[in-house]
């Protein structure tokens, strides 16, 4: 059976630290995931569930959008791939008895951990504020139709439709986002802010100005055949562990690894696979070269090796330059100016890193550039990111197998959302085609994005929030400022399976809809349905879940939107919602005829592991810009400068963590164990500055507004980040991030450059 969920809230701030290991990806993590996945859900339940993880006739993993291949292992999931599956499929409930014995005033008070260990949501809750004098600080159970009714009285109260919200999750179903931004504008409305647009918004601003789609340009094949992959800016090992099998591959077939990243990362360092024997004792050295940058001087570094490439006779693909690009003087006169010393003084590095790393870029045929956070939460990231794809040009590495640009997306169909129209800002050959389709009329006007919403629930000019899935409290920068944003609300509702720290923070009135998880069977009028997800290279397929749901009173995402839009929308509305909560199909059928790409999507996602879309650049060389072309770019070079006696701060996960949901509260890769509430500082930045190992201090942020952002009692580690940089996990750190400091073009949260002082605790 499994274990009861804790009843109180563990101590965080005495975490004890070790010196940091090499990756240990076999069977001390085996073991490991296997307690808890037994803790969460029984032995018998956790074999079943498992072997069924991102199979051809199983469920996507809740996680990241990392793509299988064609020939799947028997485990086909990492170690935090499976916590995720056990939490979700987890025997703990949340019932209506829990939200009595705990109001509002004591859920505010725990952490995020906690919350996520309670289990599943079992019914639809309510809480209204003074609507019951002495007892409005609790949840109280009610039926969906209540649920409904209290969405569209919310709703159409509003002065404008633009005064709702309506935030989407990457863990939504193709299916259920395309219901959602449906509903949205029919209702009068483009504010679909989503998780993307705390994560790669900047990649896909880069991408779109540059090759004409925001999408990564690479298959998992090519990534197999590549000569060279530089991962800048991403830690695989804790974020993207599955990514480490395909760089084994790589690596096994010749490939050499450059590693760009202020910490050093034991999963690129040594990889010990788990899947097979050799490679779970043994393991294998992945990273060739790891040029230890400073925090945000990337665009620097790429720039300098742009200019050297240029310099370098015979270096560039001047057929591909000539036929498929434009620009490529303004960046050639921009790279002249690009300058030694700067570039030192900007990344950190030596004269002969920077030297090695252009040898084997030269030494290169077929390149391939991954990225993450690391390159996005800047306020010059979508120029960094521009800078990578000028690299790419020049040596003619787009349009080429075993080359090409690699975003790396951090979770589960946020790829997919975007697909089906989850954009604040759509084409409006989108919105042609859905009021074609529909008879509808979309707004045209651009919507607010996560930053912009949560501004307009400060400011009073938003009242309803509506997410579908995710953490919204959690995910956002400015933690004092948007918990008191979300407080402003009428409104708040939350699609959840478990509980997070967005139940704790609502409007005058709060909904929480339990919904079915992936792991979950879901059986409609029509009879058992499945659900589609697009991972992060393009790929789209079927998720079937195999258990029974955690409880008789769960709905559908599909549902949820369905007859939702029927209660707000009502007769006049002649889209057919119950027909789409019936029969998935029916949905997918519409897509085919609105959304390039998906014609004939049900024949082709009936094939075992899905098909792949298409992408011009990749596929025919063909760049959808407005020049027509692949266009090079010449923005000034920016990086941070930081004052003395300050740092720059980056916030990143534990290996623990999966977005805001924590596992458990180690950080086995780093050698941290038992607290989160840790600051990772250079022994000598730390000397310089006071700051004794174990040692306890508040960190203070200092941005242009003079504000004062605080968060206290971190212990300081001693650890080897860039000189210059420190890093602490999120979203404990969230709070010390701006809303206003985001990135140039794409409104990205500015979270990995944070200017903090330290304080004594």
Aim: proline share 7%; net charge neutral; charged share 25%.
């Amino acid at each position: 059976m499994a274990t009861k969920p804790p009843t109180g809230d563990p101590v965080q701030d005495s975490p004890q630290v070790t010196p940091p290991k090499q990756a240990a990806a076999g069977l001390p993590a085996i073991g490991h995931t296997l307690r808890i996945a037994h803790q969460q859900m029984g032995v018998a339940r956790t074999a079943r569930t498992l072997l069924k993880v991102n199979q051809k006739d199983g469920f996507d993993c809740p996680g990241c959008a990392w793509p299988e291949g064609d020939k799947r292992h028997t485990a086909e999931f990492c170690e935090n791939g499976a916590k995720a599956v056990a939490e979700e499929a987890t025997l703990r409930r949340v019932t209506p008895a829990f939200f009595a014995a705990h109001p509002l005033s004591d859920l505010a008070t725990r952490s995020g951990y906690w919350l996520g260990q309670q289990g599943r949501i079992t019914e639809p809750m309510l809480l209204e504020r003074g609507a019951t004098p002495g007892d409005d600080d609790r949840y109280v159970p009610v039926s969906w139709e209540k649920a409904f009714e209290v969405i569209a009285e919310e709703l159409t109260a509003l002065d404008s439709p633009d005064e709702a919200l309506f935030y989407t999750s990457g863990r939504t179903s193709n299916e259920a986002a395309f219901l959602f931004q449906l509903f949205a504008r029919e209702f009068g409305t483009n504010n679909l802010p989503d998780c993307s647009n705390m994560c790669h918004e900047s990649s896909g601003s880069a991408l779109t100005e540059t090759i004409g789609i925001g999408k990564g340009s690479v298959s998992l094949e090519d990534l197999h055949r590549a000569d060279l992959i530089i991962v800048a800016g991403q830690n695989p090992g804790t974020n993207h562990p599955r990514m480490l099998s395909a760089l084994e591959k790589a690596k096994t077939a010749g490939a050499r690894i450059i590693s760009v990243n202020p910490l050093p990362e034991a999963g690129t360092e040594r990889f010990k696979n788990p899947q097979t024997p050799i490679g779970m004792f043994r393991g294998t050295a992945l990273t060739d070269l790891f040029l230890q940058i400073r925090i945000g001087g990337d665009q620097a570094l790429f720039r300098l090796l742009n200019k050297l490439v240029i310099e370098t006779g015979g270096a560039t693909d001047e057929t591909f330059i000539r036929e498929h690009t434009h620009g490529y003087e303004d960046l050639a006169a921009a790279a002249e100016d690009a300058d030694w010393d700067e570039t030192l003084t900007a990344t950190g590095l030596t004269r002969p890193e920077i030297e090695q790393a252009l040898a084997m870029i030269l030494a290169s045929e077929r390149t391939i550039v991954c990225w993450a956070m690391g390159l996005t939460q800047h306020k010059h990231s979508v120029a960094t990111i521009r800078e990578v794809v000028n690299l790419l040009l020049l040596r003619g590495n787009i349009g080429r197998p075993g080359a090409g640009v690699c975003p790396v997306r951090g979770h589960s169909n946020v790829q997919g959302d975007r697909t089906m129209g989850i954009f604040e800002r759509p084409a409006p050959a989108f919105l042609d085609a859905l009021d074609r389709e529909f008879g509808i009329t979309s707004p045209r006007g651009h919507g607010f994005d996560v930053v912009r919403s949560i501004q307009a629930l400060r400011d009073g000019r938003a009242k309803v929030l509506f997410a579908m899935g995710g953490n919204f409290v959690g995910a956002t920068p400015d933690t004092e400022v948007t918990e008191a944003a979300i407080r402003r609300a009428a409104l708040t509702v939350h699609v959840s399976t478990k509980l997070n720290r967005s139940h704790a923070v609502t409007g005058r009135r709060a909904l929480i809809l339990p919904t079915l998880g992936r792991t979950d069977k879901d059986v409609q009028q029509s009879g058992k349905q499945f659900v589609t997800v697009e991972d992060s290279m393009g790929m789209v397929h079927a998720s079937r879940g195999n258990l029974a749901p955690a409880s008789p009173h769960l709905l559908s995402e599909p549902a949820i939107v369905a007859r939702m839009a029927r209660a707000v929308l009502g007769p006049a509305s002649a889209t057919p919602w119950e027909e789409f909560e019936r029969d998935y199909a029916s949905i997918r059928e519409r897509i085919s005829r609105v959304v390039p790409g998906f014609e004939d999507f049900n024949a082709k996602v009936a094939r075992p592991g899905g098909f792949q879309l298409p992408h011009a650049p990749r596929d025919e060389r063909r760049f959808p810009t407005k020049t027509g072309k692949a266009n090079f770019t010449a923005a000034p070079v920016e990086y941070p400068r930081v004052p003395a006696g300050r740092l720059l701060l980056q916030t990143l996960r534990s290996h623990d963590q999966y977005n805001t949901t924590i596992y458990g509260l180690d950080d086995r890769y780093r050698g941290i164990t038992g607290g989160r509430r840790v600051v990772m500082v250079n022994p000598a930045d730390a000397a310089e500055l006071g700051l004794a190992d174990g040692s306890y201090t508040d960190l203070v942020s200092e941005w242009k507004d003079g504000v004062e952002r605080r968060a206290p009692g971190f212990r300081v580690v001693h650890y080897p980040t860039a000189r210059g940089c420190a890093a602490a996990y999120y979203p404990e750190t969230n709070v010390l991030v701006p809303l206003d400091s985001t990135a140039d073009v794409s409104n990205t949260p500015a979270s990995k450059s944070v200017v903090v002082r330290f304080e004594p605790a």
